[in-house]
């Protein structure tokens, strides 16, 4: 078959709500623009609120466009055309797309009511909104995109924001090198995304992803099986890259070195969820023998970002291994083909997951507080703010953030009449339903288990007990006592995600979610209610991990507790790092190091030309000085030294001109006699 | 009707006085009389050439053409002894050898 079969697709004219949605788009780019030129030159608070009132401005037109949509309307329209080649880019609107839409202008917004609080007096504030915003309007790019060439450069976008915003405090080194580790694990993952575009674009001529659909429903296009492989492994990879899946989930638990609100912004909305949301729109892409790689790597990276988390001390990075995995989860649903129990659960896990971080930040917040203020009277406590084994005793004196977390920390662990069991319940119910996935689906029940333990083991240490800090520096008892509740900026982003992990927000049935109203025209969620004894059984799987995790906690040894060579090994990433430096670095590092020896030796033939053709020039330098030169100067020589001779014979004196002049004038003139006679 | 290799006779004798002169004399009053005395010589012969030439006193005229140039080139040549009198301090041909080259 003749690849390279362009098909030109055709133009649909837009929608009112397209210019609506564009507008969306294009809002925080211009606060991104206005923001990151203005610099410094405005204050703090104007900037704050500048960003904050742009973004709720868009949620609102988030909700108009949501509510207005019913059947998907796409718009698409002539990008570039090079020669008989028209590049096209489309925005589709359908519920799908529109529903994420609301779900990230919500965080969004949240997270920057948050911010204006949390990042108020931080470093490097004039930077900080601008880069949300671009990192906002790279996402709702990724959303409403049709092309999957568009797709791509916003998903580049959203890598580079992220990478902006993991590196916040770059003054931090260790800031510095996880956002460079973040940036290079992704873009070692988005080599597959390039290299799948282009297989698409060979093959199918075309990366408008509504044509693609029809193209493979229809199949009428033919496409070798080896290349439909690739092109869906590709795809594949490049998404394990940005959501972190194993092995390329080791990125985010460094990238905990960001600020607070990011992270939640990062976890939630954008960043991890860019590539779920690749799949579902590429999931017709998506080969049936690619399934099962999807479905094991989610498992894989459940359970082993779960066990991570067991014996983590930073209160941010539990959370992120959290992400870890339930995104596994998210994997192993759209594996199974399930891709609405997917979205369900990324939408539901958007909002708790924002809940869990800004809590856990408030917490945070105080603790820093906490340390600045000790540094004010002079005593510098060299902690770690983030550590839980120095936290303790927040449940009395930060309300708020408590009731926040415990809301949010059921519904991850999943307890009923919250939002994170319904859609759980979902995932674990499609992979039951097929009989080749009951490892998998046993690894995911084992994870709903260890997601219990960790959680509330957080939850012990963070919020109940004493607060250790005070225990260990006696010189905070003061600050201890003036520990009060974060300012309501704070708060009301706490208060609101905290009501959305309620599951009346998604579903009145609280057992069954086959009507998730918020998302209006309902995805077909297959397998609701399979069977009445999986609610039982993960129900009592958590139970029995939360209480494990209560009788464990208060026992555990927080200090020097003995390390087991199984924990080392875990709290190594599993070694993923080291398996990357042997199989990537070390080879790359041999290549060059031999490849600087051939170097060498091609050196070594490019000196020896050099040095012969030195050699040469030297003969012939020595043969022009002495040989031609010798005998130009020899003749000048001759010529001077006759002239010299006839001149020494005047001396500047005019008579004797005159008389060397009559003398010639006669010798003439005798020889002109002569001649005549 | 004087014979004409008199006047050449007169003629080479002032050119021989002019040309030692010229030659001999330091001062270079003296040498620019010399050559005045060359000029003369010339326009002798001149004069004595043009013998019974009557209608058109072609010699006669070149020697007049000979005066002019000669007070012309007088000037010239006083007034080029008073510059060089004020810059080298001396009329003698002895002491200028500013022509030497090396």
């Known amino acids: 078959m003749n690849p390279l079969q362009h098909t030109d697709p055709m133009l649909l004219p837009a929608h009112f709500l397209h210019s609506v949605a564009l507008t969306i788009f294009f809002l925080p780019v211009l606060t991104f623009v206005i923001l990151f030129f203005t610099g410094k030159h405005i204050s703090t608070s104007w900037r704050s609120w500048l960003a904050t009132s742009v973004v709720g401005l868009m949620f609102i037109l988030s909700l108009y466009v949501h509510l207005s949509v019913d059947v998907p309307i796409i718009a698409r329209w002539s990008w570039f055309s090079m020669g008989t080649l028209h590049m096209t880019s489309g925005m589709v609107l359908s519920s799908f797309t529109t529903s994420m839409l609301v779900v990230v202008t919500a965080i969004a917004l949240m997270v920057h009511l948050y911010s204006m609080e949390y990042m108020k007096d931080r470093r490097n504030h004039s930077k900080f909104f601008p880069y949300l915003a671009l990192f906002i309007s790279a996402m709702i790019g990724i959303i409403l995109s049709d092309s999957l060439f568009n797709i791509f450069i916003f998903w580049e976008l959203v890598g580079l924001a992220s990478y902006l915003l993991i590196g916040f405090w770059y003054q931090k080194k260790e800031a510095a090198a996880a956002a460079k580790k973040a940036f290079l694990y992704n873009k070692a993952a988005d080599t597959a995304f390039v290299i799948a575009l282009g297989l698409i674009f060979t093959y199918y001529g075309t990366t408008e992803l509504t044509l693609l659909r029809t193209l493979i429903s229809s199949s009428s296009i033919l496409v070798p099986t080896g290349i439909a492989i690739s092109i869906a492994v590709l795809l594949v990879l490049s998404t394990f890259g940005k959501s972190a899946q194993f092995p390329f989930y080791v990125w985010l638990p460094d990238a905990m070195e960001g600020p607070t609100p990011v992270s939640a912004l990062l976890h939630a909305a954008t960043m991890v969820a860019a590539g779920i949301l690749v799949l579902i729109k590429c999931d017709f892409l998506l080969v049936e023998q690619m399934r099962w790689v999807l479905v094991w790597t989610g498992a894989i990276t459940a359970l082993l970002a779960a066990i991570q988390a067991i014996r983590c001390y930073d209160s941010k990075k539990i959370l992120a291994f959290s992400t870890v995995s339930q995104i596994g989860y998210m994997m192993m649903a759209i594996g199974t083909g399930n891709t609405s129990a997917a979205y369900f659960h990324l939408g539901t896990h958007a909002f708790f997951k924002a809940g869990l971080f800004l809590s856990v930040g408030a917490v945070i917040h105080t603790m820093h507080h906490i340390q600045q203020n000790s540094f004010k009277n002079k005593i510098y406590l060299e902690v770690d703010t983030l550590d839980i084994r120095l936290m303790g005793g927040f449940r009395k004196t930060m309300p708020i953030a408590f009731y926040a977390y415990v809301a949010c920390y059921a519904a991850l662990i999943g307890i009923p009449f919250f939002t994170g069991f319904l859609s759980k319940e979902t995932i674990l119910a499609s992979l039951l339903q097929n009989p080749t996935y009951s490892i998998p689906f046993g690894m995911a029940l084992t994870t709903v288990g260890i997601t219990a333990y960790y959680m509330t083991r957080q939850l012990y240490w963070m919020f109940l007990g004493d607060f250790r800090l005070a225990a260990l520096y006696p010189s905070c008892k003061e600050e201890q006592r003036k520990i009060k509740e974060n300012h309501w900026l704070i708060n009301i982003p706490l208060i609101v995600l905290a009501c959305t992990t309620l599951s009346f927000f998604v579903s009145f049935h609280p057992f069954h979610a086959s009507d998730i109203h918020w998302m209006k025209a309902p995805l077909p969620i297959v397998g609701g209610s399979t069977s009445i004894y999986l609610p039982i059984a993960s129900i009592s799987i958590t139970l029995i991990g939360v209480l494990l995790a209560w009788s464990m906690a208060s026992k555990e040894q927080l200090y020097n507790w003995k390390q087991y060579w199984f924990w080392t090994f875990v709290q190594q990433n599993y070694g993923i790092e080291k398996a990357v430096q042997f199989v990537f670095i070390i080879p790359s590092f041999l290549i060059a190091r031999g490849l600087t020896y051939l170097d060498k030796i091609i050196d070594m033939w490019v000196n020896a030309q050099a040095y012969l053709a030195v050699l040469l020039a030297h003969i012939v330098y020595a043969i022009d000085r002495f040989l031609i030169e010798g005998v130009l100067k020899g003749i000048v020589f001759l010529i001077r030294i006759v002239g010299s001779s006839f001149r020494s014979l005047i001396q500047g004196q005019v008579q004797s001109y005159i008389s060397t002049t009559l003398i010639v004038l006669a010798l003439m003139f005798w020889w002109y006699l002569r001649q005549l006679h | ?102």
Do not use: H, W
């Open chain 2, 1 to 102: 009707m004087i014979p004409i290799t008199l006047y050449f006779i007169v003629g080479a004798v002032l050119f021989a006085i002019g040309t030692t002169i010229v030659l001999v004399r330091r001062n270079v009053l003296f040498v620019l009389m010399g050559i005045e005395l060359i000029l003369n010589a010339a326009s002798i012969n001149f004069v004595g050439a043009s013998q019974g030439d009557y209608i058109k006193l072609s010699g006669q005229m070149m020697t007049l053409l000979i005066i002019v140039i000669a007070a012309c080139e007088a000037v010239v040549a006083l007034a080029i002894i008073m510059v060089l009198f004020k810059k080298a301090g001396s009329v003698d041909l002895m002491e200028l050898k500013k022509l030497k080259e090396f």
